[in-house]
């Protein structure tokens, strides 16, 4: 049983790595101005991945992985530079804000619905609704009300959805190594994966490092120790202290950091649609996550 200062220090650290993760979106908008899409990927996650190994080491954790679950993460790998590849090209088209609460709110709606299917599960009316409900947040968001085309058919909105597919993908593909592999490890062998494919197959290393202004490289270290290590690591280690349910609901605060960063340092627009439509979605969303009764 953990102390209640343990929890309350933990709950800190759950809030400051929500706002992390939701500020990623705010340092690929800026950094893709400078940077080609490869190239954020690819320094990213191996900054990640070196990041990583002294903590790991001081939690002293197996680094053993087998055969099949190393097949699994690199196919992951595989699937996360589409995703990455897509979120950073929608933001770079469109906006941080929309894409943080529209890709982080339609996530878990897609993961959930898709996972229902392939197990082929009766949906109760609960769970209806709660689909419906984030299908009507999603599409607010999107400003489907508008009815005009060049609102809504925008090739950054094209980009988001195909995105939270993918995540998708990778979440039911990743829950098949849980339990065999410890979350950490497995997210270090997979930003490995990232970088390594990135760097053989994908990225040109055009751009000089050394000529960039060091806000570009603060923006790079804070993408990769803050918006990936801290928050992944805070993340895993809460769920393991304090359980996934509770830990679960914080990621909630994600899209509302994304947006309140993207108006902070960006001076993007904060809409009614994107508000009204961000809480539908996670209402939604807090629905699908209650156990069935």
């Known amino acids: 049983m953990e102390s209640p200062e343990t929890r309350k220090i933990f709950y800190l650290l759950m809030v400051l790595a ?5 500020a990623s979106w705010v340092h690929v908008k800026y950094l893709s101005d400078y940077l080609s899409i490869h190239e954020i990927i690819f320094y990213r996650y191996l900054l990640t991945a070196l990041s990583m190994i002294p903590l790991i080491l001081w939690l002293r954790l197996p680094w053993r992985i087998d055969r099949q679950a190393l ?7 595989a699937i996360m530079i589409l995703y990455t590849w897509l979120f950073i090209a929608g933001t770079k088209l469109g906006t941080a804000g929309l894409g943080g609460a529209f890709v982080t709110t339609l996530i878990p709606i897609l993961t959930f619905a898709l996972t229902a299917l392939l197990a082929r599960r009766r949906l109760s009316r609960r769970q209806l609704f709660a689909l419906g409900l984030g299908a009507l947040g999603v599409m607010t968001i999107l400003n489907v009300w508008s009815f005009r085309a060049e609102d809504i058919f925008r090739l950054e909105n094209l980009y988001f959805i195909l995105a939270a597919m993918s995540w998708a993908v990778l979440t039911i593909f ?3 190594v849980a339990g065999r592999v410890d979350p950490l490890v497995y997210s270090f062998y997979m930003y490995l994966g990232v970088a390594v494919m990135e760097g053989l197959f994908f990225t040109d290393f055009s751009t000089d490092l050394t000529t960039l202004a060091p806000l570009v490289d603060l923006n790079i270290l804070l993408l990769a120790l803050v918006s990936t290590t801290f928050a992944t690591s805070v993340y895993f280690i809460g769920s393991k202290k304090l359980g996934a349910d509770r830990i679960s ?13 993207s108006a902070l340092f960006l001076g993007e627009e904060i ?5 009204a439509g961000t809480a539908m979605a996670l209402a939604a969303v807090r ?4 156990p069935s009764t």
Do not use: C, E, Y
């Open 174 to 176: 990743s829950a098949r």
């Open 287 to 290: 629905l699908l996550q209650r």
């Open 18 to 22: 929500m706002v992390g993760w939701g």
């Open 71 to 77: 097949a699994i993460t690199l196919l992951v790998s």
């Open 271 to 275: 809409t009614w649609g994107m508000g």
């Open 249 to 261: 609901s914080f990621t909630f605060l994600v899209p509302f950091s994304a947006i309140g960063l």
